[in-house]
């Protein structure tokens, strides 16, 4: 199943990657935030042994292995609402998320 990046989400990331010598994006869960667990995102320095690397519209996406079970099949996008802009994860295997859409739950 994997993880997929919108053109709009390829197109903010490619332009971060390209500002830093990296292995690619990075994204990851923590357990916190008002619904349970909270979405990361950031640059993959190195990749891990337990890591798992997809790759979408030429993007190396790298997961750690508890985070894998939680973003399987999940749509990575960025949108832009007023001044506002925001990556948004589609996470199939989330059953709620807070108001905010920062957090969600399993």
């Given amino acids: 199943m994997g993880i997929e990046l919108t053109s709009a989400a390829a197109e ?3 332009r971060y ?3 830093r010598a990296v292995e690619g994006l990075r994204l ?3 357990p916190t935030g008002c619904a349970g667990y909270e979405y990361v995102i950031g640059y993959a ?3 891990n042994p337990d890591d798992q690397v997809f790759e979408s519209k030429g ?3 790298i997961i ?3 985070s ?3 973003l399987e099949g999940t749509r990575v996008d960025f949108v832009t609402s007023g001044i506002s802009k925001v990556f948004k994860f589609i996470n199939p295997n989330a059953t709620s998320e807070c ?3 920062e957090s969600f739950t399993i």
């Fill in 64 to 66: 750690d292995a508890k």
């Fill in 17 to 19: 990657l390209h500002e």
């Fill in 45 to 47: 320095e190195s990749i």
């Fill in 59 to 61: 993007i190396p996406v």
């Fill in 12 to 14: 903010q990331v490619t």
């Fill in 68 to 70: 894998l079970p939680l």
């Fill in 99 to 101: 108001g905010c859409g």
């Fill in 28 to 30: 990851s869960v923590k």
